[in-house]
């Protein structure tokens, strides 16, 4: 294969990575890849052989700029969107008009901003792949680029030159260098967040469940769902405890329900102020408990709310700060597109706290009500001692008679709660959370209605817990006098900490996305500094040689060791690499002239063949020609290689000398 010809390869390679790119990001559609691709090659072919005139390559420039203003002002959603359409069409015009190895070149180059638009929306780990293959064919594209350029520079007979192993070793050598100097500035460069990048996905749905309304049966959309919602960490002292069976990632607490849907009242949100540590300090002294730490790594779902395990009591939120209501749910005023946080909570500890008058009344409002929802509940709870076992009489009651289901279909004109309750007795989590919260508060035990996941699935690769959309749940959160609130879960959906729906490659696949998002997405000055700190220390504290009183000896033995070793290998090297000859001359114009009139008569000069060879060569096969191409070949090389300029006698002999063989080509055309 040519040079030229893999350069063209190389370029079209390129242009797929980068529509891949754009696919992956969901910028564009696998329709548009495959079309994309089909157009390089056969419009690639065609331009060179058709080699149409220049006019045609300024009516598709004005067409490409007429239908990009459209685009913008007209078609796209969003100005993203059309730039993404306009580059695309760039990338494609440039390669279509190529008519020189360098603009070829230019239009490979051109689909780095290719990458740059899919790291905008996304960057999750299949970009790793993509940005790899981008640099080992960027790095080709570059090394066949020079060559080509270089050659036609040296020899306009050069354009079949073709590729050997050492530019393809070349190329690949280049590529991992260039991978190794871009790892070491990634752990070097100042950082900035996602959020500052990331555009968000078009096609991302706002999720519901998770907002100031709740309607009951709501969540029951998202218990199909398979999207990730988040990742967990737990601390490994709370996990060898297992402490953290049935917990819950607590999200939004509503209070107030009208027969049909649960809502937020007028809650007071207070921004949360930081303590000593830099921490977000919520607030509260519980009595002694189990405290446990969870890291999250939040997907963007569409909610502002964070979820934590009841109770939270400290939080770390890098770069941002948090609010927190009456209710204990805490939010971030502008999510962005991946949040990573954690989270202290206290497990099994009590908050005893006094309701004021203003907050009883918010959690014992009640909506009209038929008779025989408190009637049920006074049935359910008598002979029980305490509003503590009411809750867990009417909890057990709710999970022994009452079956879980998603079909929510109405069969009757009853109310919701009257319907489940008394005829349909089966519903999924709302159903289950509002009955108890209202039966409680028709006995005078403040309650309210909680949303947010399940424990979630046991990642073993990555040692977190998986927690889908899927894991959506409800539940309620009770006041005892003396402990503060309860949680209470009545619905016998279980928790699904043991429940295991993926494969053990998926699990395997979702840790490596994890990974990548923790240590390259995420990675955060915070942590350049922890890794430089760590770096220090243990270069501190390792002394394999340390002896007593001879300190120095380990101080210098490294520093000393490193400079004899890089002196070492400089001098090896100087030694074995000869020295580079000075560059040489362009080739003269004579000496292009001559080659170009031999090359109409067949005569080329071979890669492996030396000018003097090739002399010799054309002497044996057009002996009138010895003469002459032999005095023009002794001046190209005192021109060239000996740094000498002809005098004017010796230029007009020369010129002599090819206006002959010009003239002798010519007698041969004709004859």
């Keep these: 294969m040519t040079a030229t010809r893999a350069l063209r390869l190389t370029a079209q390679t390129l242009v797929a990575v980068g529509m891949v790119a754009l696919w992956a990001a969901e910028l564009v559609g696998a329709g548009a890849v495959i079309l994309v691709i089909a157009i390089i090659v056969v419009g690639g072919w065609w331009h060179e052989r058709a080699r149409p005139a220049p006019v045609v390559d300024r009516v598709l420039t004005v067409a490409v700029a007429a239908f990009a203003l459209f685009d913008v002002l007209y078609l796209a959603e969003r100005v993203f969107d059309g730039l993404v359409r306009l580059l695309i069409l760039l990338v494609l015009l440039r390669f279509l008009t190529a008519r020189r190895p360098r603009d070829i070149r230019d239009a490979g180059l051109l689909t780095f901003f290719m990458l740059v638009a899919s790291a905008a929306v996304s960057l999750g780990v299949g970009f790793s792949f993509v940005l790899v293959a981008f640099l080992v064919a960027g790095t080709g594209l570059l090394v066949l680029a020079h060559e080509v350029t270089e050659a036609e520079r040296a020899s306009p007979t050069t354009g079949g030159l073709g590729v050997g192993r050492g ?105 949360v102020g930081r303590g000593p540590s830099g921490a977000l300090e919520i607030g509260g002294t519980p009595s002694p408990g189990r405290t446990v730490s969870q890291e999250f790594f939040l997907e963007p779902i569409g909610t502002d709310a964070l979820f934590a395990a009841p109770r939270a009591v400290r939080l770390t939120l890098r770069g ?71 809750a867990i009489a009417l909890t057990s009651y709710l999970q022994r008679q009452y079956r879980y289901t998603l079909d929510l279909r109405r069969t009757t004109d009853l109310e919701p709660l009257e319907e489940f309750l008394f005829v349909r007795r089966s519903g ?61 879960d009545p619905s016998p959906r279980g928790s699904g900490a043991a429940r295991s729906s993926w494969s053990g490659a998926s699990l395997y696949l979702d840790a490596l996305r994890l990974r990548w998002h923790r240590y390259i997405v995420s990675w955060s000055r915070q942590d350049q500094m922890r890794a430089a700190a760590s770096l220090r220390q243990a270069a501190v504290g390792w002394t394999p040689w340390r002896r007593p009183g001879r300190d120095w000896e380990v101080r210098w033995a490294l520093p000393l060791a490193a400079v004899v070793a890089g002196g070492s290998a ?13 560059r040489s001359a362009p080739v003269p114009e004579f000496y292009r002239r001559a080659l170009r009139v031999l090359a109409r008569r067949g005569l080329r000069p071979r890669q492996d063949e030396t000018a003097r060879e090739f002399a010799g060569r054309v002497g044996a096969t057009a002996p009138t020609d010895a003469v002459g191409f032999a005095r023009v070949t002794a001046a190209y090389e005192a021109v060239r290689f000996g740094a000498t300029t002809l005098g004017l006698d010796e230029r007009a002999a020369v010129d002599a000398c090819v206006g002959a063989l010009v003239r002798r080509r010519r007698r041969l055309s004709t004859a």
């Excluded at 519901?208 to 009951?216: A, N, P, T």
């Excluded at 424990?455 to 006098?481: K, Q, S």
């Design 428 to 488: 999924n989590c709302e159903y289950f959370a509002s009955a108890l919260a209202v039966m409680l508060r028709s006995l005078g035990i403040p309650a309210r209605v909680v949303t947010g996941f399940q424990l979630g699935e046991w990642n073993p690769y990555g040692e977190y817990f998986l927690v889908r959309m899927a894991d959506a749940h409800a539940w309620v959160e009770a006041f005892i006098e003396g402990a503060g609130w309860i949680t209470l």
């Design 320 to 390: 941002g700060f948090a609010v927190v209501d009456d209710m204990g749910a805490i939010s971030v005023p502008v999510p962005v597109a991946r949040l990573q946080y954690t989270v202290e909570s206290v497990v099994a500890g009590k908050f005893p706290e006094r309701l004021g008058a203003v907050v009883l009344r918010r959690h014992l409002q009640l909506p009209p009500l038929g008779p025989r929802i408190p009637a049920l509940a006074r049935e359910v709870t008598a002979g029980t001692r305490g509003p503590t076992a009411a």
């Design 570 to 582: 400089w001098l090896l090297w100087r030694s074995r690499v000869p020295r580079v000859a000075v």
């Design 167 to 271: 530019v393809v070793a070349l190329s690949l050598g280049g590529a991992a260098a260039t991978l190794v100097v871009t790892l070491a500035l990634f752990f070097v460069i100042p950082r900035i967040g996602e959020s500052t990048l990331a555009l968000g996905s078009p096609t991302r749905r706002q999720v519901v469940g998770f907002s100031d309304r709740v309607e009951l049966g709501m969540i029951g959309e998202l218990e199909l769902d398979a999207t990730v919602a988040m990742r967990v960490r737990v601390d490994e002292e709370s996990l060898a405890a297992d402490v953290i069976n049935g917990l819950r990632w607590r999200g939004v607490a509503l209070d107030h329900f009208d027969g049909r849907a649960w809502t937020a009242g007028r809650r007071r949100r207070v921004p």
